[in-house]
């Protein structure tokens, strides 16, 4: 599709016409080091998941952009090496590959591998159907693009339109791929102090996806705002609450509801609070999850099947807080947040930070402690991590 746009672009753009050409490149390398669950439920001595305990990881990500007036083109490619157990493993694909091509003031085409995320939540996004989980809460996490065309419609500042042809997720597509040849509305709005946008969705093999954001400046102080979905979901997991009752997996779950609410306070100093409630229909009950785990216990086979399909969240109410410095502020930023699960009560605390050395070298590290026991979500699989690592920006 890529081939095809950049063809399709090049062929109406004057050949007389220069090209402005930028690049520029963030290079990491960072161990992680991972003690895993003693007494874990779903994954008894590391025998199903087979989780590295210490990775090595070297990443270059590189930002290409070719343009002229009357097109753009967009390229991030990563190359990664990867050390896991003594294994070896090296990589390179297309985290985004896009060009845009403008019919009119108010009128463009885009095509390629693009990252659709939108919404101002930080834990999980109700609001997106590729990315419920996007990013945020990982710092290091680079997200991949979904493959496919849409045509957008800007006539002012205040409204915007588009309509998209999604091909399938993109590098993270496979042959069960729920969004593969999938039709994507989405309409925005903004306000002075305010933004709010419509998402509606609709792939060959599945029922229809709607999803609405909205977010409001009380002041410069205070921030507020939400997302709500209404989907479902493939390859689905269904866990009775009588333990005694095998699993099944749906090819598709019934509908529900998710929805989350947020509210930001930025303190006078630059730094910031957050905290967010979350609710996930598509979660389990606690009776739903207490019968997982019992039923994993009792039979390994029953593990890895509920360890291959467990549901994106496990659980329906969460709580997630986040306390963040000044980003303009100096040569250091950190970032401290809590996820708590409040049908299971496990915890995942997490801190991040990082310190400028100079202009171009930057240290960082990610700590992850979860708490819980091995029957509860966050503390199912790893008990702590830690990643330590550094960053050189080119040029």
Do not use: C
């Not at 045509?151 to 500042?157: E, F, G, I, S, V």
């Not at 060959?204 to 205070?222: C, I, M, T």
């Amino acid at each position: 599709m890529l081939g095809l746009a950049v063809g399709l672009l090049l062929a109406t753009s004057p050949p007389a016409q220069a090209f402005d050409t930028t690049w520029d490149a963030s290079l990491y390398a960072y161990p992680e080091h991972r003690s895993l669950a003693d007494s874990s439920v779903l994954n008894p001595g590391n025998q199903i998941a087979h989780l590295a305990e210490t990775t090595y990881t070297s990443e270059a990500r590189l930002n290409l952009r070719l343009a002229n007036d009357d097109f753009r083109l967009t390229l991030r490619p990563i190359l990664a090496w990867q050390q896991a157990d003594g294994a070896d493993q090296g990589t390179g694909y297309l985290a985004q590959a896009l060009v845009r091509l403008p019919l009119s003031d108010q009128t463009a085409l885009l095509a390629g591998r693009e990252v659709q995320n939108w919404g101002p939540a930080q834990f999980r996004s109700p609001a997106s159907p590729f990315y419920f989980d996007n990013g945020r809460s990982n710092p290091l996490r680079e997200l991949t693009g979904v493959d496919g065309a849409r045509l957008a419609w800007t006539p002012d500042r205040q409204w915007g339109l588009s309509l998209g042809w999604i091909q399938d997720r993109g590098r993270d597509s496979d042959a069960d791929d729920p969004w593969r040849d999938a039709w994507l509305l989405k309409m925005d709005r903004r306000g002075d102090d305010w933004a709010a946008g419509l998402v509606l969705a609709q792939a060959r093999y599945q029922n229809p996806f709607a999803g609405f954001h909205v977010q409001k400046s009380l002041d410069e102080a205070w921030l507020i705002y939400g997302e709500v979905a209404s989907s479902t979901r493939s390859d689905a997991l269904v866990s009775p609450a009588n333990p005694a009752l095998p699993y099944s997996i749906a090819d598709e779950s019934g509908r529900q509801a998710t929805g989350l609410l947020g509210i930001t306070r930025t303190l006078e100093n630059g730094q910031s609070l957050t905290l967010e409630f979350l609710y996930d229909g598509h979660g389990f009950s606690q009776d739903q999850s207490a019968a997982l785990f019992s039923r994993s216990a009792a039979n390994r086979a029953a593990a890895g099947l509920a360890l291959s399909h467990l549901p994106p969240l496990l659980n329906r109410h969460y709580l997630h807080a986040i306390w963040q410095s000044n980003f303009l502020d100096g040569d250091d930023y950190w970032r401290l947040m809590v996820s708590h699960n409040l049908d299971d009560h496990s915890t995942e605390l997490a801190g991040y930070g990082e310190h400028a050395v100079n202009g171009h070298l930057s240290l960082f590290a990610l700590g992850l402690w979860n708490r819980g026991g091995p029957r509860s979500e966050f503390a199912s699989l790893v008990e702590h991590s830690l990643t330590l690592g550094l960053r050189l920006a080119l040029p």
